[in-house]
């Protein structure tokens, strides 16, 4: 897996094996569908989310695309920006 990123089909899977990233994921997910409400309710006009890994390839990526394919599918508009991807 070492040569694909976090947006390959692969790196994805991979992850999805692993109980504690499905675990974290969830956890995420339902933070971030119990805060955005309260934000929105608040005037807030956007929310800026970083996530980091080891190496910004593989881990930090996939979650970002889960989290934004998930925040979309409620409704929330999302822009991804991966800022290490590319540099290797």
């Not at 309710?41 to 593989?58: A, F, M, N, Q, R």
Request: charged share 30%; with cysteine.
């Amino acid at each position: 897996l070492r040569p694909l990123n976090g947006t390959h089909a692969e790196v994805k899977a991979f992850l999805d094996t692993r109980p504690e990233a499905r675990e974290f994921t969830a956890k995420l997910e339902d933070l971030l569908d119990f805060l955005i409400p309260h934000y929105a309710s608040e005037g807030k006009s956007y929310l800026t989310i970083t996530i980091g890994c080891t190496g910004g390839k593989h881990r930090s990526v996939a979650l970002a695309e889960r989290i934004r394919d998930h925040l979309v599918d409620g409704g929330v508009p999302v822009s991804v920006t991966h800022r290490d991807l590319g540099k290797e």
